[in-house]
């Protein structure tokens, strides 16, 4: 066990964390329209949700 495990629930190795978080797959997994873009779509909505939560945990939560 290491930190951020949680983070990868469910994840195979080596597809893409974000993606997976957000849309429930990767372009890793195959299938029609599931393409690198999409991925990269993820990735900035992960990104932002991450922020979010960072400011969300500097405000001391609620
Ligand atoms: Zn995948």
New binding site residues.
Partial sequence: MTPGDGLREG??LG??VA??VIHG??S??GGPGRSVAHEVEAWRVWAHRMLLAVEEGARGGG
Avoid: G, L, R
């Fill in positions: 994840v195979p597809h893409s993606a997976h797959w990767c890793h997994c």
